[in-house]
């Protein structure tokens, strides 16, 4: 059973960097499957915000494009996830999924990160 | 972007209750459409996939349906398990876009 598990800073100042990886066990990352970002602000609905493939090809969603960057750790099985230039906006509950024919069939537990001075 | 619009946002209803939530795609997606539910604080969980294929594991009482713009996902029966928030997601298009939710409450 592949399990995904999203880890990083819970607090990040404004104008800084988001940072998270997710680990993933029971699977590998370079199998036939892609890897993706979704975020839900408090409260509110989801927004995927990018997906990588283990070749490092990515895809990411126009509206963040400018400030994402997804990469790919194969050697820990892991990948990340890296926001710049945040604001209170970015504040949400991050999750890392796999991506199974472009559906996301197993999730992370999530994790929350604050925006905030 | 694709829009995805989900009717009713909430909707109330009686353990054994069938229900129904529609998601409407502002463009055509052929059948690219997932559902998951999501409990508070947890992680959305997929349902049905490809508009009407069932994830293993799923109860049959989930089921899906549409193609092109109007999708409907059905519960035959509810359980109290059931209560939860429903999103649909397109996934023909980039950027992959969800619907706003639609929360199914107890009566």
């Known amino acids: 059973q592949v399990q995904l598990q999203e880890s990083g800073p819970g607090l990040v100042k404004p104008s800084g960097t988001l940072s998270l990886t997710c680990a993933v066990s029971g699977g590998s990352i370079s199998s036939n499957n892609w890897w993706s970002w979704v975020r839900q602000p408090p409260g509110k609905g989801l927004e995927w915000i990018g997906e990588i493939y283990h070749s490092g090809t990515t895809n990411y969603n126009p509206s963040l494009k400018s400030r994402v960057t997804i990469s790919v750790d194969k050697s820990k099985n892991q990948f990340s996830l890296k926001l710049s230039s945040v604001t209170a906006a970015d504040t949400a509950i991050y999750y890392c999924?796999?991506?199974?024919?472009?559906?996301?069939?197993?999730w992370g537990q999530g994790i929350l990160v604050t925006v905030s001075s | 972007d694709i829009q995805m619009t989900q009717s009713p946002s909430t909707l109330s209803a009686f353990v054994g209750d069938r229900v129904t939530i529609t998601c409407r795609a502002s463009?055509?997606?052929?059948?690219?459409l997932a559902w998951y539910q999501q409990k508070p604080g947890k992680a959305p969980k997929l349902l049905i996939y490809k508009a009407s294929s069932l994830e293993s594991g799923v109860p049959s009482r989930f089921s899906g349906s549409g193609s092109g713009t109007e999708f409907t996902l059905t519960i035959s029966s509810l359980q109290p398990d059931d209560f939860a928030t429903y999103y649909c997601?397109?996934?023909?298009?980039?950027?992959?876009?969800f619907g706003q939710g639609t929360k199914l409450e107890i009566k």
């Open positions: 999924a796999r991506v199974n024919s472009a559906y996301s069939d197993y």
């Open positions: 463009q055509s997606i052929s059948s690219w």
């Open positions: 997601q397109q996934y023909n298009i980039y950027p992959y876009t």
